[in-house]
């Protein structure tokens, strides 16, 4: 089934659907991020690292069009500091999902990326009606982590050579949240100051396994 994708707003920041003519814009903030960013860039082992911005937006569009994603332009005031994308969207008895991210080193510690993340969430839970939302970030991205810690995601464990990126496949903490959890929304929890103090809290016996690569068997 095709999903709308919806406009939503928070003061300043307002997520908006993706548009094929948006390949310019966000070509020109990847390329002034690059350092920032690329650390952080999923990656295909399987062909040359190599992107293109609109080939890109047309496959999200498509997974929109199957019932499989939600893709976002992140704004504020007005201006493109980044993405979201809601992706590998499950209906019936998983009715789960995941989210992804980035926005512009200019537009860091504005409550941007949290804000973002809990705007998509509460459209997910209160009206796609999934049950699960799920944030999987890399034991180094201590920004992506402080994003989880203020919305209140749990920590649910260390998932090894997960996602591959920038290059490798790399460890990557795993957060989840569900909607029977929340008596209110998860922007609406955040702003009250309600959030659990140490859902997000990662395990230490995680962080040291984190520390040191999975043996890996030459073949």
Known sequence: MAITIPTLRDGSITLRPIRVRDARALDSELMANRSWLRKWEATNPYAPMSFDTRSSIRSLLTHSRSGHGLPFIVEYEGQLAGQLNVSSISWGSLSSATIGYWVGERFAGKSITPTAVALATDYCFYQLGLHRMEICIRPENEASLRVVEKLGFRYEGLRRRYIHINGDWRDHFCFGLVAEELQQGVL??????????HAA???????????????????
């Open 188 to 197: 609406q929890r955040w702003r009250a100051g309600v959030v659990p103090p």
């Open 201 to 219: 809290t990662v395990t230490a016996e995680d962080r040291a396994a984190a520390a040191h690569q999975l043996p890996i068997i030459d073949r």
